[in-house]
């Protein structure tokens, strides 16, 4: 019989959480939901220029995602110059367009509807800011096993998750576009071949004019999203 014996390593001391009663933390919780329970997509962006020290502590964020074996495997590529939001609209407006007429298949296009999507995205000239999130599948040049990086989808949606929350809390309004397919961001933001583009982030102000969909605010209750063991 093998026995798995922990390996040595260097650690340091873990800093400990503020001490809170649970009453405050529960406070704290709920003040979380309620400024979490506002975020919205935004479709409509303005011109209106956002610092990019806002943009940079929301990356710096996103870096403190947990990942698999630490190996932090993702890249966000930012994007401002008015010729490079030019291509990347071209190149997402063209696969959209393909997509309602018809690649993307009935039931796809049903559920998206209500929506009022379509195939012109102004909005990625519009807003200051786009943000290319990159996965990358291993770390150096090739595929060799000591290269190679671990949960790595799950670990930058987590990431993302916390990029969007940040700029949520800095009153910038975002969108998550995941054009299909979306490898011409490779080209675009010129990244290597081992890094595969997950999602694309709009961030903003949103236009004076802009507006959401009806019943976009109805989410799912806690029950139908949780069960407690």
């Not at 990019?52 to 074996?69: K, N």
Request: net charge negative; aromatic share 8%.
């Amino acid at each position: 019989m093998s026995c798995f014996i922990m390996a040595e390593f260097d650690s340091q001391p873990w800093h400990p959480y503020p001490d809170l009663s649970d009453s405050d933390r529960i406070e704290r919780a709920r003040a979380f939901l309620s400024a979490m329970s506002t975020r919205r997509s935004c479709r409509a962006f303005s011109e209106r220029p956002v610092p990019r020290e806002v943009i940079e502590a929301a990356l710096q964020a996103a870096g403190s995602a947990p990942s698999g074996a630490n190996r932090q495997p993702w890249h966000f590529a930012v994007v401002e110059s008015p010729e490079a939001k030019a291509a990347i609209r071209v190149a997402v407006e063209e696969e959209e367009r393909q997509f309602y007429a018809g690649l993307g298949g009935e039931t796809w296009i049903d559920a998206v509807r209500p929506l009022g999507t379509h195939s012109d995205k102004p909005y990625l000239e519009h807003a200051p800011w786009l943000i290319a999130v990159f996965a990358q599948r291993y770390a150096g040049p090739d595929e060799r096993d000591e290269q190679r990086n671990y949960n790595v989808t799950e670990s930058v949606c987590i990431a993302a998750g916390l990029l969007l929350t940040t700029l949520h809390a800095a009153g910038i309004a975002t969108l998550v576009h995941a054009p299909h397919p979306i490898r011409f961001l490779n080209r675009v933001c010129r990244r290597p071949e081992n890094e595969r583009p997950l999602m694309l982030i709009v961030a903003g102000h949103p236009a004076p004019d802009a507006t959401l969909p009806a019943g976009i605010a109805n989410k799912k209750p806690l029950e139908e999203i949780s069960s407690w063991l």
